[in-house]
């Protein structure tokens, strides 16, 4: 599987972004898929998660109510909503792809493919 992120950019806080990533292969629908982000100097960390129909969804506290993860497996692709946008939320997200079952969807190392990211700056 290979993964391609976009939709990054330069907003002010309290605005709205949309980042994308596109899945290649036709296994995509068996994949867990979720969102990362990396600030400098800091570890990759969780943001979102969700499962292989989207019928569960999973965040990390500092974005649940603000942040919206979806997919589209006919179009292989998952998509990261998030609105009242704060600076601590710059960072390069990245998208991953992951085959366990297991409730582990928080850790990165269980994450199979990774895109290469996408630069998201939310100035104040």
């Known amino acids: 599987v290979q993964l391609q992120a976009s939709g990054g950019g330069l907003v002010q806080a309290g605005g709205s972004l949309r980042v994308s990533c596109v899945a290649s292969g036709r296994t995509f629908s068996s994949y867990t898929m979720g969102w990362f982000r990396q600030a400098p100097g800091k570890e990759r960390e969780f943001v979102a998660a969700?499962?292989?129909?989207?019928?569960?969804?999973y965040y990390a506290d500092s974005v649940k109510g603000r942040f919206t993860i979806s997919r589209d497996n006919a179009k292989t692709t998952v998509y990261l909503q998030m609105n009242s946008l704060k600076p601590e939320d710059t960072a390069v997200y990245y998208c991953g792809a992951r085959r366990a079952l297991s409730d582990y969807y928080y850790l990165k190392e269980e994450y199979n493919y990774w895109g290469q990211g996408t630069q998201v700056t939310v100035s104040s």
């Open positions: 969700i499962n292989w129909n989207g019928g569960s969804t």
